[in-house]
């Protein structure tokens, strides 16, 4: 494409999505115009799901290609503006979207990890590998391998590695797609699941990367409108002042003094708070005494008699365990919750707070020895010195798995050239920056409306809003009277993160249309993400095991009918493990970027960076840093049956990448030095990779 033939479409590409954002804008005034006419909020929830999917499915449909290159690279020809706007919608899945707020308002200072990790991790994007990709100029990443590294292990591994990292991100992205059509809805979460599937689908089936980019880009526009509307509002409402990224440092100071007041016995929202959290500390005592009474009958031989009992006194539900052991998983995760509603409101703005050991000491026993008085000063300092290491490694894994994500980095692949890509990440960190900015004002905004409106509400006075989310589900939205006071106390509440940005314009008091629309935005950012995600795992399958490995003379219609065969599959498969509920979102989202950081980004920067690199180098460290990684991960999170007293260092298993990272480093560089060197065709491909600006710029090998 000539410079003059780029500049025409470019202008044209402005033009096309500048009417589309007015368009977008018009549909949402009419629709509340529409509401306040009397149209239900259930259709107007119908209609902004049929209205974007079938948008999304009109761009992917006039986007359709046969052409092996527009499939699998857009035809290497989006500006670089464009690329940074569909890579923000790539990157903005319904973790950052959904998650990242609701994570600082319950983690508070200790979440600013993810907005530092996924930030920063695009400076390591644009310095290590986005332009040597580019340069390299191939359709994935483990063709960079398969050729850096020579032979197909190298490639297989990386095939293997990029689908384990993407389907797990998939997995996380579809739930968020579940619980987004649910609420819009009204439909079962399960099968929400499934309708979001068909607008996945939809988006990325008949033209690949091509259709997948359009999309993209339109999806950006939804959802930064989206996020951008409900926490203007509300800085508007508490502050007066538009701009929440500015003032929301005066909120805070107001969501403390609050806290302070929970957390202070002697004022009557304290004293109310220590009811409530007295009552929780009796259900707590309650489960463990039947824990205790359940153990006892297992060691006398009388644990089925035990069960049996317990099932006939709850009335034989059809749920009820099959087993004690089951029956303890239950009590022990309901002791847990009850645990967790025990203590303090949590000093969120306060970096690597401990838990307050000393302070709950001296509440429960003033004349406390000098001696318990340093144990519990010494528990507090290792839990602080825990919250630190977790922070670290959590920014860490996070940076790193985002500079080795392949649906990421295939972005870079698009762009006409080197220095396109260059730019293009540049354009990527602004979008992206424009959500992350504005994250934390709106979780600090929605955590005062809580406290301001809901705490302290009469049971009988409840907004409906919590009805509405208790609906879709009670483990992101609860509240229960646990002391009996008829009275709403913060510890009576339970606010899933998932639910903050979701909830927030109907806890705002905004019309239900902004309601639909922020679910748009939502939906829009977990289906951008899930596109790329499923094309990535499908064009792998496709073209780095069947036509680089299996069949390299198959024709264009055979692979790409093969990568669409896949695509179905992998995306009911990833939907209906979604189904089950594997784990909450940013837990997911999180155990793919350290898988990312531990399987390629060892064998990516010393591939383009360190000559002496060579295939049983990339072998060793790509399977060892993915196996130590996994491992891990098994052995810590409850879902794989893990224990937390399995931790290293008391690092939780989302970070477990900061074990997998080092020993792919390790892997690499002995096995390197074990074997001879790289031959000397390899090392011209470095050389030719390392210096982007040299003529070139385009590499044609790619078939």
């Not at 009590?331 to 009850?338: I, L, M, N, T, V």
């Not at 990527?428 to 301001?452: C, D, G, H, M, R």
């Not at 960076?609 to 060892?624: E, H, P, Q, S, T």
Request: glycine share 8%; proline share 4%.
């Amino acid at each position: 494409m000539t410079t003059q033939t780029q500049s025409q479409f470019f202008q044209q590409l402005k033009k096309y999505y500048t009417f589309y954002t007015g368009g977008f804008i018009a549909f949402v005034i009419v629709l509340a115009i529409l509401e306040q006419m009397g149209l239900p909020p259930r259709w107007i929830g119908y209609i902004f799901l049929a209205a974007t999917i079938s948008l999304y499915a009109g761009i992917g449909i006039m986007s359709r290609t046969a052409d092996v290159s527009e499939y699998y690279v857009a035809g290497r020809r989006v500006p670089a503006l464009f690329n940074g706007m569909a890579t923000g919608a790539d990157w903005m899945s319904a973790a950052s979207f959904i998650g990242m707020a609701g994570t600082l308002y319950l983690a508070g200072f200790d979440g600013l990890a993810f907005v530092m990790g996924w930030t920063g991790g695009y400076v390591l994007v644009a310095l290590f590998l986005a332009p040597y990709l580019r340069k390299f100029g191939q359709f994935t990443i483990p063709d960079f391998l398969a050729s850096r590294y020579g032979g197909n292990l190298p490639r297989a591994i990386g095939v293997i590695a990029a689908i384990i990292c993407s389907f797990t991100y998939v997995v996380a992205q579809i739930y968020g797609v579940g619980i987004i059509t649910a609420r819009l809805t009204g439909l079962e979460f399960q099968i929400g699941v499934f309708v979001g599937l068909a607008g996945i689908l939809v988006c990325s089936f008949l033209g690949g990367m091509r259709a997948v980019t359009w999309t993209q880009v339109a999806q950006y526009i939804i959802l930064i409108i989206a996020y951008m509307i409900p926490v203007v509002w509300l800085s508007v409402v508490h502050t007066g002042n538009p701009v929440p990224q500015v003032v929301y440092g005066q909120v805070l100071q107001q969501v403390t003094q609050l806290e302070n007041e929970f957390n202070n016995a002697d004022t009557a929202k304290g004293a109310a708070e220590a009811s409530a959290r007295a009552a929780f500390k009796a259900q707590q005592d309650s489960f463990e005494a039947n824990i205790a009474a359940l153990d006892e009958a297992v060691a006398t031989g009388n644990g089925d008699a035990f069960l049996e009992a317990q099932r006939t006194e709850a009335g034989s539900p059809a749920d009820f365990p099959a087993t004690p052991d089951a029956l303890k998983a239950q009590w022990k995760k309901s002791a847990d919750g009850a645990k967790a509603k025990t203590g303090p409101v949590a000093a969120h703005a306060t970096p690597f707070a401990g838990k307050g050991a000393e302070s709950d000491l001296l509440r429960s026993n003033p004349d406390a020895s000098a001696a318990e008085i340093a144990a519990a000063q010494a528990a507090d300092q290792e839990a602080s010195n825990i919250k630190r290491r977790n922070f670290i490694a959590l920014v860490l894994c996070l940076m790193v798995g985002t500079a080795s994500l392949p649906h990421i980095l295939m972005r870079y692949y698009t762009t006409p050239s080197v220095r396109e890509a260059r730019k293009s990440v540049f354009w990527s960190l602004l979008f992206i920056f424009l959500l992350y900015f504005t994250a934390p004002a709106l979780a600090v905004l929605v955590k005062f409306e809580v406290y301001n409106n809901l705490v302290g509400l009469p049971f009988t006075s409840l907004p409906a809003w919590v009805a509405n989310w208790q609906a879709v589900d009670a483990t992101l939205m609860k509240i229960v009277d646990i002391n009996l006071d008829g009275i709403v106390q913060l510890a009576e509440i339970t606010i899933g993160g998932d639910l903050i940005v979701l909830a927030t314009p109907e806890i705002a008091g905004l019309p239900y249309v902004i309601s639909g629309m922020v679910a748009a935005g939502g939906l829009a950012a977990a289906l951008s993400t899930a596109d790329g995600l499923l094309l990535t795992i499908a064009n792998a399958l496709s073209h780095d095991v069947y036509y680089k490995m299996i069949d390299p003379k198959a024709s264009t219609i055979r692979r790409l009918a093969i990568s669409r065969s896949l695509l179905l599959v992998v995306a009911i498969f990833a939907a209906y493990t979604a189904s089950l509920k594997p784990g909450d979102i940013l837990f997911l989202v999180g155990a793919a970027f350290s898988l990312a950081a531990s399987a390629f980004f060892p064998a990516l920067v010393l591939g383009v960076f360190w000559k002496r690199a060579n295939y049983l180098g990339a072998v060793i460290g790509m399977l060892a840093g993915l196996a130590v990684c996994m491992y891990y991960m098994v052995i810590t999170y409850p879902f794989f049956g893990g224990v937390a007293a399995n931790e290293w260092f008391a690092i939780k298993p989302i970070a477990a990448g900061v074990f997998g990272m080092p020993i792919g480093f390790i892997g690499v560089i002995i096995g390197s030095l074990l074997s001879r060197a790289p031959s000397l065709e390899i090392q011209q491909l470095v050389d030719h990779v390392r210096y982007p600006n040299l003529a070139g710029d385009i590499d044609t090998r790619a078939t």
